[in-house]
């Protein structure tokens, strides 16, 4: 086991395309999470899900981002016609079915940077 | 009022001292609590979980919880450079659902 993956790495995009991200989770981890890290602030919730449902969504994510599941494994975060706030550091992190009951492992992250 | 507060710092200790990272959270009920360690550039670490009130210990590692009072706080002794990095509370809220809440992390250097 290897741990979170993410990918890629960093991704720098002009300002209305669209990008998309990718976790590969912990294999016996079946929930997965998003968050978003800005500078100097702590990680920001996006959404997570249990197995390939996708249980809670934040208040504050633009309909421009969605994230899918679709065989449990694996996710997919996608923003359409990136802005220059949309710059930031997401993080894919998954868990037990405890949840966060039982902390989290997260991945290196995908760093965004929308010019 | 933030849900997970913590002072952004920086805290500055001189090696071998006690290094204190405070938290405080706002709903009475919470039940997990969690302090991740955070290089700069890398993701967080998870290095401590506390449940019950009282001090949770591993390593050089101290976790303290106080839920009457809605405090967490991480003791760090024999502190080392190597401890210099953003730490981070993370509460899984009684009203947040199966999620951790982030506060914004105290960076903390440690001094030769």
């Known amino acids: 086991d290897t741990g979170v993956s993410q990918n890629p790495r960093h991704k720098i995009t002009k300002r209305g395309q669209n990008v998309t991200f990718r976790c590969d989770p912990i294999?016996?981890?079946?929930?997965l999470y998003w968050y978003r890290q800005t500078l100097g602030q702590g990680p920001e919730f996006l959404t997570y899900?249990?197995?390939?449902?996708?249980?809670?969504k934040s208040r504050l994510l633009s309909d421009r981002f969605s994230a899918e599941r679709p065989k449990g494994s694996f996710s997919t975060l996608e923003i359409q016609r990136t802005e220059q706030g949309d710059s930031a550091m997401y993080l894919c992190?998954?868990?037990?079915?405890?949840?966060?009951?039982?902390?989290?492992?997260f991945g290196s992250g995908t760093r965004l940077t929308v010019v | 009022q933030k849900e997970v507060e913590q002072n952004s710092g920086p805290l500055s200790v001189p090696e071998g001292a006690i290094a204190s990272l405070n938290c405080t959270y706002s709903d009475r009920g919470s039940q997990s609590f969690f302090w991740y360690r955070q290089y700069s550039g890398k993701s967080p670490e998870l290095i401590m979980s506390?449940?019950?009130?009282g001090d949770k210990e591993d390593g050089r590692f101290t976790a303290q919880l106080n839920k009457a009072s809605q405090y967490v706080s991480l003791l760090i002794r024999d502190s080392q450079p190597s401890d210099s990095a953003t730490y981070l509370c993370?509460?899984?809220?009684?009203?947040?659902?199966?999620?951790?809440?982030f506060g914004t992390g105290t960076q903390l250097k440690v001094e030769l």
């Open positions: 506390i449940y019950s009130n």
């Open positions: 992190a998954s868990s037990f079915t405890g949840g966060a009951g039982y902390g989290y492992t």
């Open positions: 294999s016996e981890h079946n929930r």
């Open positions: 993370a509460v899984n809220l009684e009203g947040g659902g199966n999620k951790l809440t």
């Open positions: 899900f249990q197995n390939e449902a996708q249980l809670e």
